[in-house]
Nanobody, 119 residues
Framework: QVQLVESGGGLVQAGGSLRLSCAAS????????MGWFRRAPGKEREFVAR????????SYADSVKGRFTISRNNAKNTVYLQMNSLKPEDTAVYYC????????????WGQGTQVTVSS
């Protein structure tokens, strides 16, 4: 497994921006596809965005498409989530996760970082 540590969460007004980072250690970072997920209060965890091992393929939940951008820097063992035009409904704990490129499941998770968007 790979160890993941998220950072960059905080409190922001609606319409603002935040960039989340997820630093990985322990295994070859480029062996993993990466994803961002979130859990809002009282709701189930949901998919936000994912990126393949090279960064060349990305996909997003419809709720964040056009506002959020996932990227990665394999030299820095880090994946990012740039969040623009934030809405109060984006308030959640955000988690990054890692999936080996030949696996179907995310098997490493970070501890999460809180994002709060005020109206």
């Amino acid at each position: 497994q790979v160890q993941l540590v998220e950072s960059g969460g905080g409190l922001v007004q609606a319409g603002g921006s935040l960039r989340l980072s997820c630093a990985a250690s322990g295994r070859t970072f480029s062996s993993y596809a990466m994803g961002w997920f979130r859990r809002a209060p009282g709701k189930e965890r949901e998919f936000v965005a994912r990126i393949n091992w090279s960064g060349g393929v990305t996909s997003y939940a419809d709720s964040v498409k056009g506002r959020f951008t996932i990227s990665r820097n394999n030299a820095k063992n880090t994946v990012y989530l740039q969040m623009n035009s934030l809405k109060p409904e984006d308030t959640a704990v955000y988690y990054c996760a890692a999936r080996l490129v030949d696996s179907t499941a995310y098997d490493s998770w970070g501890q999460g970082t809180q994002v709060t968007v005020s109206s």
